[in-house]
């Protein structure tokens, strides 16, 4: 079955650094990639995905790379602000049937000024 | 637009007791999970449901009971708290589809003392 690893868990970063969050995944054959953040208190919020037949999304502040090779993806956040500072989830499809979602463990970034 | 929708936002129980979480999405969504949130666990699949009148099991069903009559209710019952069921319950929708994010509600933190 599908497994979700990170690679740290915690990432201080100096406001107006880059931030990059990775994510390590088990099955070569997980076609579907998302990333979450959740502030302290809330629920997960979804930040954004990517497809295995893309390496690579841009959104605002965000970019998601993936390297099918390597079975690894990463968040990366652009001038990091403190609003940033949560625990960021990477998760894919957990069944054949896509209908639930398997989670990383998460990364917590903390961004001080 | 509401989203997903729990109750309560907190709730304290005996051991022994039991008490049904309360969700609901008001999106028509097909697909809803529960999740349990712990220090360092990241979030577990409890139960799943892929319509109405369909569920089945995750990770960690144990002591957890679930039905969907409607397509917007998901309630989790759990039928005699224990301690270990202490965490914070976090219930998710998804729109029936390969590539579909999930969204989630606030959560519900459970103490079992």
């Known amino acids: 079955g599908e497994s979700v690893g990170l690679h740290l868990p915690t990432l201080s970063v100096q406001e107006g650094d880059n931030s990059i969050i990775n994510c390590a995944y088990s099955?070569?054959?997980?076609?579907?990639f998302i990333w979450y953040k959740q502030e302290s208190g809330k629920g997960p919020q979804f930040i954004i995905d990517i497809r295995s037949n893309m390496d690579k999304r841009q959104g605002q502040r965000v970019t998601v790379l993936l390297n099918k090779t390597v079975k690894h993806l990463s968040l990366q956040i652009a001038a990091t602000q403190p609003g940033d500072s949560a625990v960021y989830f990477c998760a894919l499809p957990k069944n054949s049937g896509y209908s639930t979602l398997t989670f990383g463990k998460g990364t917590m970034l903390l961004v001080s000024p | 637009n509401a989203g997903v929708t729990q109750t309560p936002k907190f709730q304290v129980l005996k051991t022994g007791q039991s008490m049904t979480l309360q969700c609901a999405q008001d999106?028509?969504?097909?697909?809803m999970s529960w999740y349990r949130q712990d220090p360092g666990m990241g979030l577990r699949l409890i139960h799943y449901?892929?319509?109405?009148?369909?569920?089945d099991q995750g990770e960690v069903p144990n002591g957890y009971n679930v039905s969907r009559s409607t397509t917007e209710d998901f309630p989790l019952r759990l039928l005699s708290a224990a301690p270990s069921q202490t965490s914070v319950y976090f219930c998710?929708?998804?729109?029936?589809?390969?590539?579909?994010?999930?969204?989630f509600g606030q959560g519900t933190r459970l103490t079992v003392v």
């Open positions: 449901s892929v319509g109405a009148g369909i569920t």
């Open positions: 998710a929708s998804r729109r029936q589809g390969l590539n579909t994010e999930a969204f």
């Open positions: 999106m028509n969504h097909e697909y």
């Open positions: 099955n070569s054959a997980s076609d579907y």
